[in-house]
């Protein structure tokens, strides 16, 4: 009996089956079979079976989806034999409902646009200026030149290292702010080493422990001005390769502080 070689592993041939795959929502006995019958002409299943590779187990089934689909017709002979429908018409109702789709969801876009355009979050935005701060010398002095001008709130994020950077450049600055009636809230890491700082910073600020993504600092003064900051290293040296961003901005510091899933403390952090 000569054996025919199964065509959809030609270079024509593979790509068709695999677009109705993929695009059009066969599955992929489906998309074998309806293009073997279009370059192979009317078949039995068991010749189908053959010449697409797909299983006889599975064969019947295949074409009984096709069937439904519109795709393959069924031609009342003995043996029974199938024939693929004119892709211009199994097709065309498929064609249509992508249409409808398209049209759909340009409407859908059209809305979006117009919650966009009322919300006028795009000139708040264009209001904002980002400042890109580089090396830790710059971001050292952008913390200290935001401090001086808090009035209500100060908030730190930062990492168990970053607490002792921030004492120590920061610690006087921050005293006369919360004797000035300035509310500072420290947000960080706590272990046995910085147990006996944490302890001492309860005295006079709000400190809450927090899983701190590593190398983060984040400043907000006022909620309405932000530096986001990433200290790499011992926080005792001074790096280039360290980097942050600073922006006047309400709306991206709020932003930043929901991203962090920090809350507002109501108590200070207990250390036992």
Not at 109 to 114: D, F, G, Q, T, V
Not at 142 to 149: D, F, W
Not at 174 to 182: E, N, Q
Request: glycine share 6%; hydrophobic share 40%; proline share 5%.
């Amino acid at each position: 009996m000569e054996m025919e070689v199964p065509s959809l592993t030609s270079k024509v041939s593979k790509p068709l089956w695999q677009r109705l795959y993929e695009d059009i929502g066969l599955s992929e006995y489906e998309a074998r079979a309806y293009i073997s019958l279009l370059e192979n002409g009317p078949s039995t299943a068991s010749r189908l079976s053959m010449i697409s590779g797909i299983p006889r187990t599975k064969i019947y089934g295949t074409l009984k989806k096709l069937i439904e689909r519109g795709l393959v017709v069924e031609v009342p002979e003995n043996p029974r034999m199938f024939i693929s429908a004119p892709p211009s018409e199994a097709l065309e109702p498929i064609l249509r409902a992508y249409e409808r789709l398209v049209e759909g969801f340009q409407t859908f876009i059209s809305s979006l646009e117009e919650m966009y355009i009322k919300t006028n979050y795009t000139s708040k935005l264009r209001r904002s200026n980002l400042w890109v701060v580089l090396g830790r010398n710059e971001i050292l002095q952008k913390v200290s030149r935001m401090l001086t001008r808090a009035n209500k709130i100060v908030e730190l994020v930062t990492t168990e290292d970053g607490l002792v950077l921030i004492h120590k450049f920061y610690g006087r600055v921050l005293d006369d702010l919360a004797g000035k009636g300035v509310e500072v809230r420290i947000f960080t890491q706590r272990s046995s080493r910085n147990q006996s700082l944490i302890r001492e910073l309860c005295y006079v600020y709000k400190v809450r422990q927090l899983d701190v993504p590593p190398s983060i600092l984040y400043v907000n003064v006022d909620d309405s001005r932000f530096l986001l900051a990433s200290l790499t290293g011992d926080a005792s040296k001074r790096r280039n390769s360290d980097i942050g961003v600073f922006m006047e901005n309400p709306i991206l510091c709020n932003l930043i502080f929901r991203l962090l899933r920090i809350g507002r403390p109501r108590e200070p952090v207990i250390v036992g």
